[in-house]
T-cell receptor, first 112, second 114 residues
């Protein structure tokens, strides 16, 4: 079945440093979504990418979808303590009843 | 707009006991999902309903897990009997129609099986 892998598993940064998490799929994706889960909380939708090579920005967050639609990345510029949490990518393959397959996530901690 | 509601928020049981979780999706949302999230992992889809019909239950351990959404609104997920490895957070999510839409998650039920 479809597998979605994320690296790194953990990342600790100093406040103000940049952060990037990478997502790779074993199959070509129809689209990919990114979610953030605060400690003790539930996943909250951040963004969806659909087109090959798509780049979207939300303030300090930049999301990319690879040309082959098998990988994606999330980059945070100048991290803040409010960025702490686990970032998940979740991909859909075509013809899979739109089922989302989540990666294991990257836990980001920020030292003030 | 009220979000996805789940209860209970926490549950501790002994292995071989039964447990049930309840979810009420966002009003008007046709599609409802149950996920299992084991500590340190991403959510894994257990079952997806479209109204009161099952769309996908391929990852539901049917020998012990069951779920229903009889009236196409709220849903229950049951585990009988529970095993130690069932300790996890059980998340419910909903979307208006399904497909590629944003999934809205509830706060989850944290289950500990002793």
């Amino acid at each position: 079945g479809q597998q979605v892998m994320q690296i790194p598993q953990y990342q600790h940064v100093q406040e103000g440093e940049d952060f990037t998490t990478y997502c790779n799929s074993s199959t070509t994706l129809s689209n990919i979504q990114w979610y953030k889960q605060r400690p003790g909380g539930h996943p909250v939708f951040l963004i969806q990418l659909v087109k090959s090579g798509e780049v979207k920005k939300q303030k300090r967050l930049t999301f990319q979808f690879g040309e082959a639609k098998k990988n994606s990345s999330l980059h945070i510029t100048a991290t803040q303590t409010t960025d702490v949490g686990t970032y998940f990518c979740a991909g859909r393959s075509g013809g899979s009843n739109y089922k989302l397959t989540f990666g294991k996530g990257t836990l980001l901690t920020v030292n003030p | 707009e009220a979000g996805v509601a789940q209860s209970p928020r926490y549950k501790i049981i002994e292995k071989r006991q039964s447990v049930a979780f309840w979810c009420n999706p966002i009003s008007g949302h046709a599609t409802l999902y149950w996920y299992q999230q084991i500590l340190g992992q991403g959510p894994k889809l257990l079952i997806q309903f479209q109204n009161n019909g099952v769309v996908d239950d391929s990852q539901l351990p049917k020998d012990r897990f069951s779920a229903e959404r009889l009236k196409g609104v709220d849903s229950t997920l049951k585990i009988q009997p529970a095993k130690l490895e069932d300790s996890a957070v059980y998340l419910c999510a909903s979307t208006l129609l399904g497909g590629w839409e944003t999934q809205y998650f509830g706060p989850g039920t944290r289950l500990l099986v002793l």
